[in-house]
């Protein structure tokens, strides 16, 4: 079952509860009999297996290789022709 904590708007005391998940969120605070808010932390993620790596994604460095001056080459002939069409569209 989860550990939640809770905090008092009130009187600011801080306590952990645990419940499960089908149970009602806590209202009142046990000691002022104010009202309580849910306080929300940080997760932690946990990666296992292959995949999660930035090396895990390639094969070898010459794919890399070509594949920038592929991605280079495209990008020069794209704007090269919005170049041309912003030429077009002043004149």
């Keep these: 079952m989860p550990t939640y904590a809770y905090a008092c708007k009130d009187c600011g005391h801080t306590f952990d509860a645990v ?6 969120a806590l209202t009142v605070c046990p000691e002022c009999q104010g009202t309580l808010r849910k306080k929300f932390g940080a997760v932690g993620v946990s990666f296992k297996g292959s995949g999660f790596y930035r090396t895990d994604s390639r094969s070898s460095s010459s794919s890399s290789v070509s ?3 592929s991605s ?3 990008s ?3 704007s090269t022709s919005s170049s ?3 030429a077009t569209s002043t004149s």
């Design 19 to 24: 419940q499960s998940f089908t149970d009602d």
């Design 67 to 69: 594949n920038s001056s």
């Design 72 to 74: 280079t080459g495209s």
């Design 76 to 78: 020069s002939s794209s």
């Design 84 to 86: 041309t069409k912003a």
